[in-house]
């Protein structure tokens, strides 16, 4: 992977999924965010096996080469933030099956040691899953409304006129 970023906005995104990393876990990759760069967008995900936080960052990134890592969160926050650039350079690579992720702005590089996306928990997409249950309570708001207004009350329509149900 090989992406540039602007500092301001990808330190906020970064903050915002930081909620969600293990403070103290068996698997140390649960203390990193896994970093994605395709099609565009930069997707950052934390996740510690129960909340997960995934942020999408599109406009504020230009992607060479698409890619991923998992680097240490609260390292990869202090190094964003030491970075005095408005613009930094990130890179991936991995080597003797470790990943890694070089920081670059102006004249400063930061190396981070992380692991490779490989072994980052699968995170089950809700949204599908969130879509349905709304459907489900809609509908079930609607039948008990109906059951409670009866077939034989009238109720108003927004045309102002009264007709029965």
């Not at 933030?81 to 670059?104: T, Y």
Request: charged share 25%; net charge positive; proline share 5%.
């Amino acid at each position: 992977m090989k992406l540039m970023v602007s500092a301001k906005p990808f330190t906020a995104d970064l903050k915002s999924v930081l909620p969600a990393v293990a403070a103290r876990s068996g698997l140390p990759m649960l203390s990193g965010v896994r970093l994605e760069g395709s099609d565009g967008d930069l997707s950052i995900e934390a996740t510690d096996l129960e909340l997960t936080a995934r942020c999408v960052v599109r406009g504020d990134v230009m992607i060479d080469r698409a890619g991923s890592v998992v680097v240490p969160a609260k390292a990869l926050v202090k190094a964003v933030a030491a970075m005095s650039e408005p613009e930094i350079v990130l890179e991936s690579h991995s080597s003797d099956g470790r990943a890694a992720l070089d920081m670059r702005a102006d004249t400063r590089t930061v190396t981070l040691q992380g692991w490779p996306t490989d072994d980052w928990p699968a995170v089950p997409h809700m949204l599908i899953r969130i879509r349905i249950m709304l459907n489900l309570a809609i509908a079930s708001g609607i039948s008990i409304t109906a059951r409670y207004y009866g077939l034989d009350k009238r109720l108003q329509t927004t045309s102002g006129r009264s007709h029965r149900c």
